[in-house]
């Protein structure tokens, strides 16, 4: 390093708040700054490659280095000749993997202090967690760092960054080193790649509507700037020299915005903001929570065949229901911080940040729905998608009728039958003996070619009939060569499912059909875009599951 440049370390600095930080870094011209993050380059956005970032990377001011923590010898090298380092890398605190977190969040963390000592670092600045004081049972109103560790902690990422930032400030004072750990609380901001977007897709979906717990739940969130300068003043801090320094090395200190919140409110505000409503149904957490369980042993079980992680899991739960406030004296105190953003203009700021996101660009459906074609865009349709509001109402109240009139009373299908085709001829009499005119009410005849099948149709009819029969004799055919394995399961499966079928009576299939044909068409054509993407996330993993197993005879095999 040549000269008096001064260089400093950002761990994981492609990440969220690691960018602000860097750019905050290269504005404040304190530094040269050197990006260390998993990629093997860095790749700019085209704001950054016509921003600061990219012009710092240009003149030399900046520049990258691929590195992973778990590898000493690459953390060795990002450390060599830096004053100070940022150590801001973890890994997606939604992936519950416990050997995960631990490899970065501990053992990652073990090479940067032995980086730091070898290559004679002044300054190691820890970001560490509030989840580390939070056991996801007791809410926090107003904690300080007098909270000391859970007996269990919430999630893996919350034991394994509580075990990283013990490290850290053991390592405070060895070969000169200077430590501290910052815990910034819920940050937020442009540039977020999970909070904001997992929010919108929430809400496209329908799912934005519910509160989870009673509402009333006290958060503290940090405007990423302010998460940014916070680092800023804790290195400025350490470096002062003297009581300064002395004081303020080898501590821990919660980060805020110092303006608590309710959670939902927070929400709500963002949800509002881009255009979509806020969420009001609440449901209780107890009620929530065997679900969250059942997600998460699902994961379990698929993850390793490509199961997206889930957003709904217990830890989820608790932390959306629990109180979580933070009290900022201590930093304010011994680092000099406070926020240079409030909340109300942060949020601004961040919903300003996601144009696309707004709920009037939310991609429009052209054209039928498949809802539509599947029931043949016709009169049926209509009905059962709600097109015609009148026609359904009419259908839903015919519907009740036969069901009180000749299902509930546990007739059987023919003598349902008999009574509905009776009913109909006395109501066909009736109707050809009326007048043409009644109480001033025209009443339309019906004529006899509403009752008539005309010739094309009957000839479909026919063709159907014969079709299906051809087909039924080709599967006999098929299975009486007793070749063909596949054919065979099939039939198998689909006489178990009709067997099963009819094991159930008139009156239940009528009960269960009717309501699911009424909805699921319905909520189809509202969700298209999210069931047939769930369908196909069901067919890609049962494919990989059937070629695994494939995989797994065909090696079965050949060890035999």
């Not at 997606?92 to 050997?99: G, R």
């Not at 977190?101 to 032995?114: L, P």
């Not at 229901?321 to 406070?338: E, T």
Request: aromatic share 8%; glycine share 8%.
């Amino acid at each position: 390093m040549a000269g008096e440049e001064r260089w400093c370390v950002v761990t994981g600095g492609r990440g969220f708040a690691a960018r602000h930080l860097v750019a905050m870094l290269i504005s404040s011209s304190n530094f040269s700054i050197r990006v260390a993050d998993l990629g093997p380059t860095i790749d700019l956005g085209r704001a950054e490659e016509t921003g600061i970032l990219g012009d710092a990377l240009r003149t030399g001011r900046a520049d990258y280095v691929s590195t992973d923590l778990r590898n000493k010898a690459q953390v060795l090298k990002a450390c060599e000749g830096a004053e100070v380092v940022f150590h801001m890398a973890a890994p997606n605190s939604s992936i519950n993997n416990y050997q995960l977190h631990h490899s970065v969040n501990v053992d990652g963390t073990k090479n940067v202090i032995d980086a730091c000592i070898e290559q004679k670092v002044k300054i190691l600045i820890y970001t560490s967690s509030p989840s580390v004081v939070f056991d996801g049972v007791h809410g926090i109103l107003n904690g300080d760092e007098s909270l000391p560790y859970p007996p269990k902690h919430n999630d893996h990422y919350s034991v394994t960054k509580a075990e990283g930032e013990a490290l850290v400030i053991k390592a405070n004072g060895i070969n000169g080193l200077r430590t501290c750990c910052i815990r910034p609380s819920s940050i937020f901001g442009p540039g977020d790649k999970l909070l904001v977007p997992s929010l919108v897709a929430a809400a496209r979906a329908g799912k934005s509507k519910f509160i989870i717990g009673d509402g009333n739940n006290v958060y503290d969130f940090t405007y990423v700037e302010n998460v940014a300068h916070a680092h800023i003043c804790a290195e400025r801090a350490l470096s002062s020299g003297g009581s300064v320094a002395e004081k303020a090395s080898g501590q821990a200190y919660f980060i805020t915005n110092m303006e608590p919140i309710k959670f939902w409110e927070f929400m709500s505000l963002i949800l509002e903001g881009l255009g979509y409503e806020r969420p009001k149904i609440k449901i209780p957490a107890f009620v929530m929570m065997p679900i969250a369980h059942i997600v998460e042993w699902t994961y379990k079980l698929l993850g390793p065949y490509g199961m997206k992680v889930p957003q709904l899991t217990p830890s989820r739960i608790r932390l959306l229901s629990c109180s979580r406030s933070f009290n900022c004296s201590k930093a304010k105190d011994r680092l000099g911080y406070s926020p240079i953003v409030t909340l109300e203009e942060g949020l601004k700021r961040t919903v300003d940040s996601y144009p696309h996101l707004r709920a009037e660009h939310q991609p429009k459906r052209e054209g039928l729905s498949k809802a539509s074609i599947y029931l043949g865009s016709g009169r049926v349709a209509d009905t059962l998608l709600w097109k015609d509001r009148k026609q359904t109402v009419i259908t839903l109240i015919l519907l009740i009728a036969i069901y009180f009139n000749l299902i509930a009373s546990g007739f059987t299908i023919i003598t349902a039958l008999s009574k509905l085709l009776l009913v109909i001829s006395v109501f066909l009499f009736i109707h050809g003996n009326l007048p043409g005119k009644l109480l001033g009410y025209s009443i339309e005849k019906l004529s006899p070619s509403h009752f008539e099948l005309s010739e094309e149709a009957s000839q479909r009819v026919a063709m159907s009939a014969v079709s299906s029969w051809n087909n039924v004799v080709n599967v006999l055919k098929s299975l009486a060569k007793g070749n063909d394995g596949s054919l065979f399961v099939k039939v198998v499966i689909f006489l178990l499912v009709l067997s099963f079928l009819g094991a159930f009576s008139l009156q239940s299939v009528f009960v269960t059909g009717v309501p699911v044909a009424f909805l699921a068409f319905f909520i189809y054509e509202k969700k298209e875009q999210e069931i047939d993407a769930m369908v196909l996330d069901i067919l890609s993993w049962g494919n990989k599951v059937k070629s695994d197993i494939v995989r797994k005879l065909h090696r079965s095999k050949k060890t035999d």
